[in-house]
């Protein structure tokens, strides 16, 4: 097979272009005699597709048993593949100033929250997941919620579940626009809360008093003086007054009445709305474009739990490009930090190593025939056909695609093993 890249022809598949880098991958065959010695063709189902084989032709056993080591194998595969389309890339950075006072005042909030939600990308739950966020909550209870359930397949919805079984987090699958998994989630976050409030009432500690929002720094400061009360009457008395769970007083703060929960997360990936949907009144400014929410704003949920609306927060340098063309892709980062041909001609490049679900969407949306290698030379076809050759318009139509789920159900990860 031969291919024709900027006027020379290739004899070779295993040369891809990305961008303006060639990219030359071992030859599958190499790789196959390594995870599979069977004599029988085996058997790949792509999600969302139809079942293929090595050699690329339907199989005739439709409803053949997925083969989990193929298809671990075939994600690393892309993944390997993006790590080398970004690497000629400009690299993707974004971190606006209200972000660095952010993340300065949350860790503060963390302190004194009694449940955590943190709220990702369901089609890039990894990517969308802050390094530091496990330091960051300890032993604090936690609920992931894997918003824009809509946007991935059953099988995604399937694979994420069981990886997060396995961790033994809990999770909750949404959709803050329509209010999918706000039930499930109320339910969970009310069922933590009581048992938070069972606790304290089992030791006796006072409730805390009911407050409007924007005095927890009032309530801080009385509940140091009373840690400081108790601990003096200890030395006293010689016998310890304090709790167990309040020798940090900045940690009694939420040991006193309404349970405090924190909506955290990237931006743009739903926080606000899934909020709006819970309260079941627009309380929260949301908006589908990353830094709407700009400070934090605690709000009341029922007679029992607070919540914070929090801005997003990223790392202030993203050393994993391939999660920073993600974030980019899904539109969970500043347009101002990355280019949107590339970015478009990565994740063209992406939807076609998903032929049924990727390449064939494109095909039929465009009517743009494309082997889905280079991303690049799809865009210049599109912007010819459409757009009078304007790429960056070119471009950002098939961002724009791909966001609104014009091309079906698409994750761009899976969990790893």
Not at 32 to 39: E, R
Not at 84 to 93: E, G
Not at 205 to 232: A, E, F, I, W
Not at 364 to 369: A, L, P, Q, S
Request: glycine share 8%; aromatic share 6%.
């Amino acid at each position: 097979m031969a291919a024709q890249l900027s006027g020379i022809w290739l004899n070779t598949p295993a040369v891809t272009l990305a961008g303006n880098l060639l990219h030359c991958r071992r030859s599958p065959s190499a790789t196959l005699s390594a995870v599979h010695t069977s004599t029988s063709s085996p058997t790949i189902q792509i999600v969302g597709g139809k079942n293929l084989g090595w050699n690329g032709l339907q199989s005739s056993k439709l409803g053949s048993t997925l083969d989990i080591d193929i298809e671990e194998f075939d994600w690393i595969e892309l993944d390997a593949d993006l790590y080398h389309w970004t690497k000629a890339l400009r690299p993707v950075q974004w971190y606006p100033g209200h972000i660095a006072k952010t993340e300065k005042e949350l860790k503060d909030q963390l302190k004194l929250m009694d449940v955590v939600i943190e709220v990702r990308d369901a089609r890039i739950p990894m990517s969308t997941s802050h390094p530091q966020m496990d330091s960051w909550l300890g032993n604090r209870k936690r609920i992931i919620v894997l918003n824009r359930e809509d946007m991935i397949s059953t099988a995604d919805r399937n694979a994420w579940a069981s990886y997060y079984a396995r961790q033994g987090t809990k999770v909750v699958f949404s959709n803050g626009q329509l209010g999918m998994g706000t039930m499930k989630l109320n339910r969970l976050a009310k069922a933590l809360a009581g048992g938070v409030n069972i606790k304290r009432k089992a030791k006796g500690l006072l409730p805390r008093p009911k407050t409007g929002q924007g005095n927890h720094y009032v309530l801080q400061l009385v509940d140091m003086l009373q840690y400081t009360v108790l601990y003096l009457l200890s030395i006293c008395f010689e016998e310890n007054l304090v709790p167990v769970n309040q020798s940090n007083s900045l940690d009694s703060v939420r040991r006193r009445g309404k349970v405090r929960a924190g909506i955290i997360g990237y931006p743009n990936v739903g926080k606000s709305s899934l909020i709006n949907r819970l309260l079941k009144r627009r309380m929260c400014p949301a908006a589908p474009r990353p830094g709407v929410t700009r400070e934090l704003k605690w709000v009341r949920f029922g007679k029992d739990l607070e919540l914070l609306d929090s801005p997003g927060i990223i790392p202030m340098r993203i050393n994993d490009q391939s999660a920073a063309i993600k974030l980019a892709i899904c539109d969970d980062i500043g347009e101002r930090s990355y280019d949107v041909t590339e970015v478009a001609a990565i994740l063209v490049q992406m939807l076609a190593r998903l032929p049924a679900v990727g390449n064939i969407a494109l095909r039929d949306r465009y009517k743009i025939e494309t082997d889905g290698r280079v991303g690049r030379i799809f865009i210049q076809k599109l912007a010819l056909q459409l757009f009078n050759g304007d790429t960056h318009q070119a471009a950002f139509r098939v961002l724009s695609d791909f966001r609104k789920g014009k091309f079906g159900w698409v994750a761009l990860e899976r969990p790893p093993r």
